[in-house]
């Protein structure tokens, strides 16, 4: 049966088996509200591509005030799981891909949360334009991506130092490298190297890598 969004598991099984599969994937959150601490901005609108089940929302609704969200994910059941856990909240939802929305200059804050790997070269490219399209002048572009070395001898070694990870977090061998066999043929991670040069070419002129573990990367960029 076809999978009801792009990632392994359902979307109603998401949030309990995520953490079997990420490392440190809870620090994602925290490591991005720091961020955007520092940002200063005594309001926020704030465009969430990729989504997901709500959970970046619920917590930062507990440490964020006067904020408006919207949320963006090209999985239904997403959206499903995201708006009863956000039910009594006032944000608007788009069923869509980050290639697909179309904003100008509304969001003080953009996030990405383990999403855009999913997509192929040209379609990162065109979501990426549209990221920049839609931040206001000075807003962030906030990333985690699962990343790919450049030296293929590291790219294996990283993969089965992850597959341990996943083992210890409740996978059998099997469901390990089963996931790590959909590196570059279900979602497709590129390097540090061209997360940079891609922000860069995109019209981005301030961009830092700022957090990094296993294969997978915080990176913000500032209009």
């Not at 192929?120 to 839609?134: D, G, I, L, M, S």
Request: charged letters at 25%.
């Amino acid at each position: 049966m076809k999978n009801d969004n792009t990632t392994p598991v359902s979307a109603g099984a998401y949030d309990a088996e995520i953490e079997k599969t990420i490392p440190y994937y809870g620090e994602f959150y925290d490591q991005t509200f720091d961020v955007i601490e520092q940002c200063g901005f005594s309001e926020m609108c704030w465009l969430d591509l990729g989504c997901g089940t709500g959970t970046l929302e619920k917590m930062a609704m507990k440490r964020f005030g006067n904020t408006k969200f919207v949320l963006v994910d090209p999985s239904e059941k997403m959206l499903d799981v995201a708006k009863g856990k956000l039910k009594d909240s006032d944000i608007q939802y788009i069923c869509g891909d980050s290639a697909s929305i179309d904003f100008d200059s509304c969001f003080h804050i953009v996030t990405a949360i383990q999403s855009h790997h999913y997509m192929q070269q040209e379609e990162r490219r065109k979501a990426t334009e549209k990221v920049y399209k839609a931040l206001k002048k000075g807003g962030i572009y906030i990333s985690f991506e699962n990343v790919i070395p450049e030296d293929d001898v590291v790219k294996a070694k990283e993969l089965l130092r992850w597959g341990k990870y996943q083992q210890k977090h409740g996978k059998t061998e099997a469901e390990a490298k089963a996931h790590n066999a959909r590196c570059g043929v279900n979602y497709f991670p590129i390097t540090v190297a061209g997360h940079i040069a891609l922000l860069k070419e995109c019209g981005f002129s301030h961009v830092h890598v700022f957090w990094y573990s296993y294969m997978q990367m915080g990176i913000y960029a500032i209009k």
